[in-house]
């Protein structure tokens, strides 16, 4: 099994390299890339941010061990390929995971790349090193992580405390790169130092990013741009029809409404545009610690207050759809389909219904027409968050609720509500990866970085451990939806729906695939390039 799984990562990667070397010689050296963000990042390190504004233009700057396939639009175990490692084996008992290591690989500031790198990134991940993050949001995801050891410098393994057959996802997500020793983590914030295609040149907040051509790359022939510009710009409108003028090479990824997309399709027929099944998904957080939200019965009649459908017809005309706290089908394949998810508690269509119960428990509770609870509602200050915290307060409104909107700026945002210095919010929560487990341990076993709700089931995390371990895909799924299941009886988040945003790009911009199940994992950038 261990050699049959070392050959098949290496044919992998050899057939990569065969298709893009045979498709080479229509490809262009050259040129810069245009982008837009709509919003600007606390730092540059991957490792210590929660959102795609850094992430995103800093994936270019560094390698993984393990990587999505990036012409593979559906992130699969099945599309990972090898990157700075060059296969993979797993051990008899499924509890060690052995990596070979690429060599003759160069850090951008010339030293070079040897396997004691990725220990000393997981150290870092786990909490072992001298060396602290500031925040760190992804630890949960490494809770099941004994020990990396290295064998010489060009081999590493992985020690679990039990097997985790998705545990090669994690690495090959974008939020896994290697960082380097010599770095400290600090300095990663300010001037990020890679192996990818791309080198850091500078982030100025609020203004832009820039990063250009790695000529030392170890893939030769790569990147084929010059480097890539992201510049900081709020406003959905005014990027959109600077895209049109010609400001821009390509829109940011999921920030196209399916609105805003028909206006660039009408005035700009050449653009290509696409509208992928979203991983993101717009949910209810209530701190459960602050009175008088720590009363589970008050929690239930805020869910009941929701119309879901309201939220999906008014925001993206009809195209966003329902869903558990894992991605729905077709884009994710772990989420409970329309047929299952209409039968968990606090799902249900009948609005009317669902509403007359909510002012009952109100009623119950002291609260109604003549006495209403009045709350602030908290979300980020991007239109993304604005908007359907607009209709959650007119929804509230039905179950004698008056909520006032507090606009929280980016980088305050996950701060803020990470100390749980909230009482209701808005939060848009992204699917790192279509897998289980960086959504339930991230987000809802106890103490969890994530957890904002401070939900706490003792009779939960064991059965998010099972799930994790166990083999068979299709037994894992059934206990996956049972985790849904009693999710949504301890009403832990409300997902009030998942979002369908659009991209779109100049028919210039070639090479370029965006993923249907995660906004996280394509954005290597070293297959993009320009035809003019």
Known sequence: MTLHLRHCAAIAGLLITLVAGASAFAQKQGGILRSYMLDSPASMSIH??????????????????????????????????????????????????????????????????????????????????????????????????????????????????????????????????????????????????????????????????VVTRNENYWRKDRPYLDGIEYTMAKNRSTVVLAFIAGKYDLTFAGSVTIPLMKDIQNQMPEAVCESNPGSVNTNLIVNRAAPPFDNPELRRAMELSLDRKAFVEILTEGQGYLGGVLQPPPGGSWGVPAEVLQTLPGYGTDVPRNRAEAREIMHKLGYGADHRLKIKVSTRDLPSHRDPAVILIDQLKEVYIDGELETIDTTNWFPKITRKDFTVGLNLTAGFLDDPDPTFYANYVCGAEANYTGYCNPEFDPLVDQQSMEPDRHKRKQLVWELERKLAEDGARPIIYYNRGGICWRPQVKGLTTMVNSIFNSWRMEDVWLDK
């Open 48 to 209: 210590e941010e929660a959102t795609i504004y850094a992430e995103r233009p800093m994936m270019a700057v560094f390698n993984n061990l393990v990587l999505f396939n990036q012409h593979v639009k559906q992130n699969t175990l099945d599309s990972i390929v090898p990157d700075l490692a060059t296969g993979w084996s797993w051990s008899e008992d499924g509890a060690e995971l052995t990596f070979p290591l690429r060599q003759g690989v160069k850090w951008h500031d010339g030293k070079p790349f040897t396997a004691n790198d990725v220990k000393c990134t997981w150290d870092l991940l786990v909490g072992k090193s001298a060396e602290k993050l500031r925040i760190n949001p992804r630890k949960a995801w490494y809770r099941n992580l004994e020990e990396v050891t290295t064998n010489g410098d060009f081999e590493v393994t992985f020690h679990l405390k039990r097997p985790q057959p998705s545990f090669l996802a994690l690495l090959a997500s974008g939020f896994s790169p290697v960082y380097p020793c010599h770095v400290a983590p600090r300095d990663m914030r300010s001037r990020p130092i890679g192996t990818g295609p791309f080198k850091f040149v500078e982030f100025k907040p609020n203004e832009r990013i």
